[in-house]
């Protein structure tokens, strides 16, 4: 069984900064790329910020310059550091990783349960 928990979300005034983490657990054996989504109300989920096992990158254009991605390996964790956050920010952020629970196994995506990011004054 697998699990991807997120923290470190909250309130926070605009052009202020938060930094999410989302650490996996449970009977991993390889973890390929992790990624942060956002869905804001009313809106479809959407790509944040994505990040090979090799540490490339790719961001969403909205966010491109503010935010940063990144992984520690050995924890099987993904980061992701929002700087110069905006009301249009706000939203559930979610992250993803696609792993492998064992040698055998297929590649599959595993979610984590979400946490608010709200950007207001």
């Known amino acids: 069984q697998v699990q991807l928990v997120e923290s470190g979300g909250g309130l926070v005034q605009p052009g202020g900064s938060l930094r999410l983490s989302c650490s996996a657990s449970g009977s991993i054996f390889r973890i390929n790329a992790m990624g942060w989504y956002r869905q804001a109300p009313g809106k479809q989920r959407e790509l944040v910020a994505a990040i090979t096992r090799g540490g490339s990158t790719n961001y969403a254009d909205s966010v491109k310059g503010r935010f940063t991605i990144s992984r520690d390996n050995a924890k099987n964790t993904v980061y992701l550091q929002m700087n110069s956050l905006k009301s249009e920010d706000t939203a559930v952020y979610y992250c993803?990783?696609?792993?492998?629970?064992?040698?055998?196994?297929?590649?599959?995506?595993?979610w984590g349960q979400g946490t608010q990011v709200t950007v207001s004054s």
């Open positions: 993803n990783a696609d792993l492998q629970t064992a040698l055998w196994d297929t590649l599959r995506t595993y």
